[in-house]
């Protein structure tokens, strides 16, 4: 600056202090070191409280507020010790804050059963904190502890709807502030689940009395309802076939990985004629074109010659019934209907 700006500078703050004698430039001068003790405050106590406390609680709160929707699930190369998962999900927050959220390891747990035991661990990715966005995981999922995983499976193949908790400890990073903050990451979805497999109908496409080279008697396709979005490669499984409260054969699916939707997959059966051919001489059935409620329940799923019980123990806890029209594939089969009473006449009980 020229000597001539400074007189400027100079002559105007005169100018200016003038009409107000006890105004700011006056009282900033001579208080100004209380400005600077305030300002120190300022710089000591308040920037550290925003730092350390404000900041972190807002990021919490904001990943709190965040939701996440799990898309798809598939469960592949199952074996008993280990499986390929694949999870497709969508994270929504609104937006407010750019932050990036580190990878980290979360737990999953069925909300709803004390205590919380963790039945699988997920590796996500680094996130950010955009409006919406997508987290696509593929991983291998060690089984490290087979309760966990049997009982999360069976709350998922017997209930309409599980409650599921995933849960891990991660930082976040705000955007300009070069500092990672402790965040932990905790949210419940609501799962769909397999609801029993009901809904379950089996269309019969042969039936003998005498048992092809496999030993079965029975084929059909059978169109069993997946209304959550869990695919499982289950591998060769088979049911226990009761009729009228007894056992009365095994149904066997080949092959079947259980995805969304309606899954058509081919049926063969072994099923004691005896009882069958009584069931449907016997009322109501004869008058009802001998459409017999079977029920069936799970007994093996082995994959690749490896059985699974974490899904065999899951299928086996409940008892579900479909009705088979037998009468009619009888009669296109074997051309015979059995008429009440039995095909003896007085077969009636
Ligand atoms: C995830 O999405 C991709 C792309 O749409 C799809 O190919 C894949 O099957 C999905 N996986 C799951 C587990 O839903
Ligand atoms: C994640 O999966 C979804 C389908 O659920 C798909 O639309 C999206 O493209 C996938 N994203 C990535 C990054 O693979
Ligand atoms: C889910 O199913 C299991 C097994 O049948 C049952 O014990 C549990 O109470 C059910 N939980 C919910 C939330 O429906
Ligand atoms: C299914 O029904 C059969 C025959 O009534 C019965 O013996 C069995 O215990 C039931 N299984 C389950 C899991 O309820
Ligand atoms: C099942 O898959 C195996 C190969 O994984 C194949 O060799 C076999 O023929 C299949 N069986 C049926 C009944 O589809
Ligand atoms: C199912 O069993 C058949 C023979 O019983 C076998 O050839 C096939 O590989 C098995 N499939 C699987 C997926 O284990
Ligand atoms: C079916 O059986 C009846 C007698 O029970 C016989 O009259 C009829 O010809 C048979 N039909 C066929 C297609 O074999």
Same mark, same amino acid.
């Given at each position: 600056?020229?000597?001539?700006?400074?007189?400027?500078?100079?002559?105007?703050?005169?100018?200016?202090?003038?009409?107000?004698?006890?105004? $700011?430039?006056?009282?900033?001068?001579?208080?100004?070191?209380?400005?600077?003790?305030?300002?120190?405050? &300022?710089?000591? &106590?308040?920037?550290?409280?925003?730092?350390?406390?404000?900041?972190?609680?807002?990021?919490?709160?904001?990943?709190?507020?965040?939701?996440?929707?799990?898309? !798809?699930?598939?469960?592949?190369?199952?074996?008993?010790?280990?499986?390929?998962?694949?999870?497709?999900?969508?994270?929504?927050?609104?937006?407010? #804050?750019?932050?990036?959220?580190?990878?980290?390891? %979360?737990?999953?747990?069925?909300?709803?059963?004390?205590?919380?035991?963790?039945?699988?661990?997920?590796?996500?990715?680094?996130?950010?904190?955009?409006?919406?966005?997508?987290?696509?995981?593929?991983?291998?999922?060690?089984?490290?502890?087979?309760?966990?995983?049997?009982?999360?499976?069976?709350?998922?193949?017997?209930?309409?709807?599980?409650?599921?908790? #995933?849960?891990?400890?991660?930082?976040?990073?705000?955007? %300009?502030?070069?500092?990672?903050?402790?965040?932990?990451?905790?949210?419940?979805?609501?799962?769909?689940? @397999?609801?029993?497999?009901?809904?379950?109908?089996?269309?019969?496409?042969?039936?003998?009395?005498?048992?092809?080279?496999?030993?079965?008697?029975?084929?059909?396709?059978?169109?069993?309802?997946?209304?959550? #979005?869990?695919?499982?490669?289950? %591998?060769?499984?088979?049911?226990?076939?009761? *009729?009228? !409260?007894?056992?009365?054969?095994?149904?066997?699916?080949?092959?079947?990985? @259980?995805?969304?939707?309606?899954?058509?997959?081919?049926?063969?059966?072994?099923?004691?004629?005896?009882?069958?051919?009584?069931?449907?001489?016997?009322?109501?059935? $004869?008058?009802?074109?001998?459409?017999?409620?079977? &029920?069936?329940?799970?007994?093996?799923?082995?994959?690749?010659?490896?059985?699974?019980?974490?899904?065999?123990?899951? *299928?086996?806890?409940?008892?579900?019934?479909?009705?088979?029209?037998?009468?009619?594939?009888?009669?296109?089969?074997?051309?015979?209907?059995?008429?009440?009473?039995?095909?003896? !006449?007085?077969?009636?009980?």
């Amino acid at each position: 600056m020229s000597d001539v700006d400074k007189g400027n500078v100079a002559q105007a703050e005169n100018a200016s202090t003038k009409p107000r004698r006890r105004g $700011c430039l006056g009282h900033c001068a001579r208080f100004w070191w209380a400005y600077l003790i305030a300002l120190i405050v &300022v710089i000591v &106590v308040v920037v550290p409280v925003i730092l350390l406390v404000a900041v972190p609680k807002i990021a919490q709160q904001k990943l709190d507020e965040a939701e996440l929707f799990l898309d !798809g699930l598939t469960v592949t190369e199952t074996t008993p010790t280990r499986m390929i998962m694949s999870i497709n999900s969508t994270i929504k927050t609104d937006g407010s #804050v750019h932050a990036d959220i580190a990878a980290f390891e %979360g737990i999953m747990y069925l909300e709803d059963l004390e205590p919380h035991t963790p039945f699988a661990k997920i590796q996500f990715p680094a996130t950010t904190s955009a409006a919406l966005q997508t987290v696509n995981v593929t991983q291998t999922l060690d089984i490290e502890d087979l309760a966990a995983l049997t009982t999360f499976n069976t709350w998922l193949a017997n209930n309409e709807s599980v409650r599921v908790t #995933v849960q891990g400890d991660t930082t976040v990073r705000v955007k %300009g502030i070069p500092r990672d903050y402790g965040v932990t990451f905790k949210k419940t979805l609501t799962m769909t689940g @397999l609801n029993k497999l009901a809904g379950t109908r089996v269309e019969p496409t042969w039936i003998s009395l005498t048992p092809d080279e496999n030993g079965n008697n029975f084929r059909a396709n059978v169109f069993i309802p997946n209304p959550s #979005v869990v695919s499982f490669e289950l %591998g060769n499984i088979t049911f226990t076939n009761y *009729l009228l !409260g007894k056992e009365v054969g095994t149904i066997f699916l080949d092959n079947i990985t @259980l995805r969304p939707g309606i899954n058509e997959h081919p049926m063969r059966a072994t099923i004691e004629n005896g009882p069958v051919i009584a069931a449907l001489g016997a009322k109501p059935y $004869c008058e009802q074109e001998g459409v017999l409620p079977f &029920v069936f329940s799970g007994k093996s799923v082995v994959n690749h010659g490896e059985p699974l019980p974490y899904f065999a123990d899951a *299928l086996a806890t409940f008892n579900q019934t479909t009705e088979i029209p037998i009468g009619a594939q009888a009669k296109k089969d074997m051309n015979v209907t059995i008429p009440c009473g039995g095909l003896g !006449g007085n077969n009636e009980h």
